[in-house]
């Protein structure tokens, strides 16, 4: 297959804007592009003539004769795929990015990428032979865990045994018959959250996820900031507690090791364990195992130390966005992830700490808020990323 | 006096070239700029003729004719202020912002701006007395606070009272009859040693400045990140200890509260008046007071007490250092500062702090390292900042 990528500049340019800002007027577009009125149309007929984009009527006029709408082409299709800790959800986009089509299982990510990568392309054959797909441009890929970007491989993944250099771009390339960029996850949820969630208009802003680990998407000028070995936001294993629990990365203290998926469900055993909590107890007995989730639903139902575990953990969370703040002086913080199911009163206890324990100046006007997106920033996330790839000068 | 300014981008850009690598020849400099030939020659030509460059002898042969040789200007001179907490210091640079003349004298910021830019002024008159000034572009001025850089004015400074909104840079422009541009000071000296010291090959780092209070510039892809409200590198005052000391920030347990120049010398008096030092007792006998250099004598002496004191700072320090380390994955963190003098028994508790508890990807190839340019950092970072701006195209 042939993939058909912009010729230059000005037509990368106008392919995002039309993906990001939707069908608008050729007017609309020669307000906002530096091209000549003659330069732009000959460049909005070679995107029409790749079958890019396409017209879309006419718009209302706005003195002079009307100006004809364009859109990006409704054949266009990209892939996302979220691979989590515990779950694998691949959707197809329209060119606007927008969700066609969604699939989710739950899978545990330490089954390996054989398995793993397996279930993702029955799952994408599945939504692929039950929705169509008449222009594939490219797929892109979240894995829990640091990524060689440039390669498209995974580097040293703490929670992913097996994982460790596996060739997850060239397999998933070689499968779909497209371009494919693979990244970390919260880099990729971060993504998503600017373009289609509550970070649309930020420029400068940190999604931090917390889930079974916890990471942060650090966007600097609408764009991932990396750092230089790649690894940037990789914040669950920063020392919070000299003294604290040993972490899985073999260091002592971690976030991590302290508030996230796995720490809550590990206290929520000791706390049904020692008696501290009937609920949890109860549910334990029930269901033989017990995860954050039921530690949410104690602390609903008005279980104490349930409450404490959140509060506790939305401390130490606070805590340590405070520092990020004092540092990065973001213009936005979203915090998501499967913790952020945990709603308001987990969000509440993240704010009063940040906003007390930071300077003024860098918290005066810093929104702290929940993920709009859920579950969904992931696969939009990872449509962004390889729709930004190909909609690139070629 | 009428400033000239480039007149096109690749006019600035050729200035940088020149100011960043010194003298070269009209070949290499074609090597790196998309021009062609003859319109390079014409944009030396119309340098050379706006006095900002000047032709500096033929280069040797490299096969055909001698390419001539082009260089910034000899008179162009920039001036670099360094106000500190303590001092002012105050350069005169050439084009390639060499130092060639330069005085400082202590100084309490805190006896307004009226004192302290009334004494900057004297100190720059004498320096252009003593030396020729041909062509005065700019001045660059740094601050030991929150600046709002566009406006020019320090905000709401905690250790510069008297200063808040002061006009500082209108001030200055005024006096000098050039463009002025005014920047936190550790954002001066983190550009100094990108321009001239040990980050020039740097385009990711980290300048952590310890001195009376405590910062860090924060440097990516070569320019200064600055954050949404400009307080970005605000690091003295994250919160690493909840039941720590108060800040004259006002929290509890501020980075600066626990380790600075500031906590050093309240900490040598403690222990000088307990009787924990004989050194440091004997040191505030004779001298009425105690600052950070009388603990870096005593822990050269021998002092176990003041031994201590640093071991501790530096601790603190490298655990702040490595969390930073793991959210911002830089490729350099440069320390500065006065504390800096402590030198290596400093250098190698934060090292082996921040080395221990970061993980390997992030700091496997990371330099921890002494600022190279000590106390010309300031002067050189500020001097530029205003060219920057300068050669920037008008």
Chains 1, 2 share one sequence.
């Not at 917390?210 to 294993?237: F, K, P």
Request: proline share 4%; with cysteine.
């Amino acid at each position: 297959m042939t993939v058909v990528r912009p010729e230059n500049v000005h037509q990368a340019r106008l392919l995002r804007q039309l993906r990001d800002g939707g069908p608008r007027s050729r007017a609309e577009i020669g307000d906002s592009v530096a091209l000549s009125r003659s330069k732009l149309a000959m460049e909005i007929d070679r995107l029409v003539g790749h079958g890019l984009i396409q017209a879309d009527g006419l718009a209302q006029s706005r003195g002079g004769r009307r100006s004809s709408i364009v859109r990006i082409s409704p054949q266009i299709r990209f892939i996302g795929i979220d691979i989590g800790a515990t779950s694998v959800a691949v959707a197809i986009t329209d060119g606007e990015l927008r969700v066609l089509a969604r699939a989710e299982e739950t899978m545990d990510i330490r089954q390996g990428p054989d398995a793993v990568l397996g279930r993702a392309f029955e799952l994408v054959g599945k939504l692929r032979s039950e929705n169509s797909v008449p222009t594939l441009l490219g797929a892109g890929v979240g894995v829990p865990g640091p990524v060689s970007f440039s390669r498209g491989v995974p580097v040293s993944p703490p929670i992913m045994p097996g994982w460790n250099q596996f060739p997850v771009r060239e397999t998933f390339s070689a499968e779909l018959g497209c371009p494919v960029l693979v990244d970390n996850d919260v880099n990729i949820m971060a993504l998503g959250e600017k373009h289609a969630g509550i970070a649309k208009s930020a420029d400068d802003f940190l999604f931090v996820k917390v889930g079974t680990g916890v990471g942060c998407g650090v966007v600097i000028g609408g764009d991932l900031y990396r750092g230089v070995s790649g690894c940037a936001g990789d914040i669950g294993h920063i020392c919070v507690d000299e003294n604290g629990p040993i972490c899985a990365c073999g260091h002592v203290g971690c976030l991590e090791a302290l508030f996230s998926g796995a720490a809550l469900s590990r206290d929520a055993l000791a706390a049904a364990r020692s008696g501290r909590s009937e609920f949890l107890a109860s549910r334990l007995e029930q269901a033989g195992t017990l995860t954050a989730v039921d530690v949410a639903d104690a602390a609903e139902a008005g279980d104490a130390t349930a409450h404490a575990m959140v509060r506790e953990g939305g401390h130490r969370l606070g805590l340590m966005l405070a520092s990020l703040v004092s540092f990065f002086n973001p213009g936005l913080v979203v915090i998501g992830g499967g913790l952020a199911g945990f709603g308001h009163s987990l969000l509440a206890e993240i704010r009063s700490t940040a906003y007390r324990t930071s300077l003024p100046l860098a918290t005066g006007n810093l929104p702290i808020v929940l993920s709009e997106l859920g579950d969904q920033a992931g696969v939009i996330g990872a449509a962004r990323i390889i729709s930004d790839h190909v909609f690139t000068a070629g």
